[in-house]
């Protein structure tokens, strides 16, 4: 993976932290293929770009949501034409300034490129609960911290 390449990767995946934290679900699903899939914290599956806006309308028509705060931890090229990247997140509650822990998640995006473009293929939300292990989500949540300053 060149470094150009890494850079468009590294935006794509912002665009999508934007969209949410606009609120816009046009924004948000924008970057997605026609045929992309997201998976959200609960678990949710949601496939076609039509149909990620059309859930994410509901979601920011019913819902206060938190502002992401993302840190990309791996891009790797898998195919000349697809990508991989990692990402850890947080939250921030509407009228708050610092992350929630319990919202904590670990982002996976599958990146194409078509014609020379990246897109989303795949958009998932793992939630990263590190269950029995207090120090972990202690850690996760202060390198996210870091990026409130």
């Known amino acids: 993976m060149n470094g150009q390449q890494e850079i468009e990767v590294r935006a794509l995946y912002q665009q999508l932290l ?10 948000m699903a924008a970057p997605f293929t026609e045929e992309g899939e997201l ?19 509901q979601i920011f028509s019913n819902h206060l949501t938190p502002a992401y705060v993302g840190k990309v931890k791996t891009i790797r090229l898998l195919s000349p034409e697809v990508v991989g ?19 904590n998640t670990i982002h996976t ?7 020379g473009s990246w897109l989303v293929a795949l958009f998932q939300n793992t939630p990263a609960q590190f269950h029995g292990r207090p120090e972990m989500v202690q850690e996760f949540t202060d390198e996210l911290r870091q990026l409130l300053r």
Do not use: K
């Open 18 to 27: 934007e969209g949410w934290n606009q609120r816009s679900a046009a924004a």
């Open 39 to 57: 998976i959200g914290f609960d678990g949710s599956q949601i496939t076609r770009r039509a149909e990620i806006a059309s859930h994410l309308e």
């Open 85 to 103: 990247l990692r990402a850890m997140a947080g939250m921030v509650p509407p009228g708050q300034t610092d992350i929630q822990p319990n919202l």
């Open 109 to 115: 995006m599958i990146a194409v490129n078509r014609e």
